[in-house]
């Protein structure tokens, strides 16, 4: 059973253009729910996080809104850039969890 | 943010044999590392979990003995695919996390069995 659902599976945004990626949830147990960037042939690094104690965090064209109550998250880049091409993976953990639990990613295409 | 170094990136072995690939943090103490296999465009597929000192914890399917993981130390584990064959070619990914809630990922190291 797929722990976090992650939509959509490729986006392709026109450069200054903003981009949305989905994330939803169902175990309530989880309250840690970073994202990563992913380039080819690297491993993912984290672009940001939010805890659900607040609806959304900013960093730079980076933003994360969370719905608590309809356990649902998403990842707005705005003013996308080419170099933001890559993919993306939301991911939920709990601190009784100890691992994360990654969504199938989001293969990112920021055109001229 | 902290790092994380995986060594090595890329790796060749002959079918049969054993390879090991390290996970270090470099800036910080990883109480509980994690290795994922990736496929080309897909997700991060959890392999273990290991916690220092203790035996790792592999998820359903991933055979133990063939994919030996070591936590010796609070900024060292270890994955050590034995007898290898290609179908175990795959890029492999170690995580780690300190006393935060925090998981940072290694590049990852490319294995080719020939």
């Known amino acids: 059973q797929q722990q976090v659902k992650q939509s959509p599976q490729s986006l392709i945004v026109q450069k200054g253009g903003i981009s949305i990626i989905n994330c939803a949830y169902e175990?309530?147990?989880?309250?840690?729910f970073p994202w990563y960037q992913q380039f080819p042939g690297k491993g993912p690094a984290l672009l940001i996080a939010?805890?659900?104690?607040?609806s959304e965090k900013k960093e730079g064209r980076f933003t994360i809104s969370f719905n608590k109550s309809a356990k649902q998250f998403s990842l707005h880049i705005m003013d996308s850039q080419p170099g933001d091409s890559a993919t993306y993976f939301c991911?939920?953990?709990?601190?009784?969890?100890?691992?994360?639990?990654f969504g199938r990613g989001t293969q990112l295409t920021v055109w001229p | 943010g902290a790092v994380v170094s995986q060594h090595p990136s890329w790796v060749i072995c002959k079918s049969g044999t054993s390879v090991k690939i390290e996970c270090r943090s470099l800036?910080?103490?990883?109480?509980?590392m994690f290795w994922y296999r990736q496929f080309p465009k897909q997700s991060l597929m959890l392999m273990a979990t290991?916690?220092?000192?203790?035996?790792?914890?592999?998820e359903q399917g991933v055979e133990k003995d063939k994919f030996l993981i070591n936590h010796a130390s609070l900024t060292l584990s270890t994955l050590t695919v034995t007898s290898a064959h290609p179908e175990d070619s795959s890029f492999y990914i170690c995580?780690?996390?300190?006393?935060?809630?925090?998981?940072?990922f290694g590049e990852g190291s490319w294995l080719t069995v020939v």
């Open positions: 290991s916690n220092e000192g203790s035996k790792a914890t592999y």
């Open positions: 995580s780690a996390r300190g006393t935060g809630r925090t998981i940072y």
């Open positions: 800036d910080f103490q990883a109480t509980t």
């Open positions: 175990n309530t147990a989880f309250d840690y």
């Open positions: 991911a939920a953990g709990g601190s009784t969890l100890g691992r994360l639990y």
């Open positions: 939010i805890r659900p104690d607040v």
